[in-house]
């Protein structure tokens, strides 16, 4: 395995970086450098520089609106994007239905949905999880009931990431409550605005309004808007998954927000001292500085299996464990570098007291307890990589 970039790929990544530099908007580069949320407007003007490029969907096919770059410039890309604070665009469209619709969709249901999302004209969000159905997701019991060129959907999605703001929602539902339970679950893509479909927040312990519980009552769906055979939808939803659990390692934020950790312990006095020249927390840093670049060789080894021709399998799962419990501690150590000023709340638009980045602090380490379970826990992760690698 080469971990040395060619020439051409290191002029690929100069040519991120001044992209970024030169386009990303600066109240936007601000508010993720402090961990503030973004509005719907930030992303999806990001996203549409994006799409001005034409780099807006790198892992589609070329062409629908892909780039066709090789792996190694995929890694480039995501590793340059991260490090800069550039805002990692909204997953749900164009990293998850995208893929399941090109590859398992009609071409009608193609020509109808990838442009407008190719564009970042319609906001999409994850009906997944049931009040009932977490980790073990195949146990859903949302029911679709076939009447004629409809389905008729009844159930409740928990914990629909920003479905406040979103257009159509992609649903598991049940199709036949007889079968084995992964073998009577279809995916259906659902309009937002179809009567019987009611969003109802669930305000997080930090606060924020992020996510909510999503309910369907006698909604009509055209069973044109199936992707995929009546009771395959189980198949769609193994695909999108592996799509979700490679993608959250994101290697080039971890490695932002630890140079931002070295930055406010840097400005934090101690003593006669900064907090990151106390020996027990600059030791905690090195820990994760060691462990970031381990996740970063693991990911580089994955691509050089891509790019021979393999495909990602259990590595997925490694790569979503460790990433997410980096990111997790990362969070904490700049709770603890915020010390007592986190305490206070302040209000989206409010004015900070102290550090900037110590007032979203504790509302950072709270809402990230959240990335270990979602794309699946890592528990069930640790499941897939033993029964890989041990058979069992």
Known sequence: MDLEFSKEELAFRDEIRAFVAAKLPAEIREKIDQGQPLSKNDAVHWQKILFEKGWIAPNWPVDLGGTGWSPTQMY???????????????????????????????????????????????????GYSEPGSGSD??????????????YVVNGIKAWTTLAQHADWIFCLVRTDPNAKKQQGISFLLIDMKTPGVTVHPVITMEGDHEV?????????????NRVGAENQGWTCAKYLLTHERTSVANVGNLK?????????????????????????FAKRVAEVEIQITALEF???????????????????????????????VL?????????YESFAFVPE????????????????????????????????QKNIMTKAVLGI
Request: hydrophobic share 40%; glycine share 10%; net charge positive.
């Open 331 to 339: 969070t904490e150590l700049l709770l603890e570098a915020a010390g």
């Open 212 to 224: 909510n519980e999503t309910h369907f009552e006698d909604v009509r769906v055209p069973v044109a």
């Open 137 to 150: 997701l195949a146990s859903l019991s949302t029911r679709a009931v076939r009447d004629g060129d409809h």
């Open 298 to 328: 693991t990911s580089l080894r994955i691509l050089s299996q891509v790019a021979r021709g393999g495909a990602p399998g259990a590595e997925s799962s490694l790569l979503k464990v460790r990433g997410t419990e980096l990111q997790q």
């Open 76 to 126: 480039i890309y995501d590793d340059e994007m991260g490090a800069a604070g550039a805002p990692p665009v909204v997953p749900f469209g164009l990293k998850m239905v995208a893929p399941v619709i090109y590859t398992f969709g009609t071409d009608e249901q193609k020509q109808r949905f990838l442009p407008d999302i190719l564009a970042s004209n319609v906001w999409w969000c994850q």
């Open 349 to 380: 638009g409010g004015k900070a007291l102290g550090a900037k980045f110590a007032a979203r602090a504790a509302a950072n380490y709270f809402n990230f307890r959240k990335v270990t379970i979602y794309g699946g826990s890592s528990e069930i």
């Open 256 to 280: 932002r927000n630890l140079r931002r950790l070295r930055r406010e312990a840097g400005n934090v006095k101690v003593g006669d001292g900064v907090l990151l020249e106390q020996p027990t």
